[in-house]
């Protein structure tokens, strides 16, 4: 899969986004195409998914209303839609699924904020190593709801668990947690490189076995076990009692704010020149 069509499909994500109304200031493909796990043959195929963040209106504000966080379906998968007020308190908690996308194959930003925005991007490093306890905490939640989720028959996958009785998704999410626990904290890995795969890394064909459902139910459910124990023994024994710094956690909420104030002083000015 190349970057014209992850381009393609974000670049779908925004247009679509904005015919719905809303102010876009950052999209991003996430998932498969991130790590190198995307499959692309008569057996699967890997769809390209997007996360939007979006900018409140001043009535939004003013009325304090919840933030705007759905999923819609695009012509490559499903688009992620966020309100920045959404997207910055769990990218602070160093949720990975969004960690990620400051540091995807293929984004666009608002021309009128990729200044602003871009300080979002080359601050990733500096934000994570500040959160390492936070990033942790959420690799280890993350494991287990995949496990939990491995034989459930959620509607989506409901013909998954029918035929195998596991969804193999689910069991290559926990896998691939777990190597990034030792791409990044013991390999010192740059954070995009530690959930990247090679092409020649022998880690990726037992990820392929595991999301194409080549394993049996019982090697399933025991690798899942396996994977999860080794998680939890990990984020236990690298998790610090350390006082940290929290100055990018701060200038990522300070700028946030200036982004919003920026927009809303904008379209201010723009219904005033209306006039």
């Not at 013909?159 to 030792?182: A, E, P, S, T, V």
């Not at 999301?211 to 399933?220: D, F, G, I, R």
């Not at 984020?235 to 929290?246: A, G, Q, R």
Request: aromatic share 10%; net charge neutral.
């Amino acid at each position: 899969m190349n970057n014209v069509k992850l381009d393609q499909a974000v670049l779908e994500s925004v247009k679509m986004v904005q015919q719905m109304g809303y102010t876009v200031l950052y999209a991003a493909n996430y998932g498969s195409h991130n790590y190198n796990l995307n499959i692309n043959n008569e057996e699967y195929q890997s769809d390209i998914d997007t996360k939007v963040i979006i900018l409140p209106t001043l009535e939004e504000l003013v009325h304090n209303t919840k933030p705007i966080s759905t999923t819609v379906d695009i012509s490559t998968g499903q688009c992620d839609i966020k309100d920045i007020r959404a997207f910055v308190p769990t990218l602070l908690k160093a949720n990975i699924q969004f960690l990620e996308i400051l540091g995807a194959k293929s984004y666009w930003i608002n021309p009128l904020y990729e200044k602003d925005f871009q300080w979002f991007i080359d601050n990733l490093t500096g934000l994570i190593s500040e959160s390492q306890n936070e990033l942790l905490k959420s690799i280890k939640g993350m494991c287990y709801e995949k496990q939990k989720a491995l034989c459930h028959p959620y509607p989506t996958i409901k013909w998954k668990i029918d035929k195998w009785g596991y969804d193999g998704k689910q069991l290559h999410h926990i896998m691939r947690l777990k190597d990034f626990i030792d791409n990044y904290f013991y390999d010192n890995r740059a954070f995009t490189y530690a959930i990247w795969y090679e092409n020649d890394d022998p880690r990726r064909e037992l990820m392929m076995q595991a999301k194409l459902n080549k394993l049996t139910l019982k090697q399933a459910l025991d690798w899942a076990d396996s994977y999860c124990m080794i998680v939890q023994k990990e984020v236990d024994k690298l998790i610090s009692d350390k006082t940290v710094n929290t100055k990018y956690r701060e200038e990522y909420q300070r700028k946030t704010n200036e982004i919003i104030i920026k927009n809303i002083k904008k379209k201010i000015l723009e219904e005033s020149e209306c006039r």
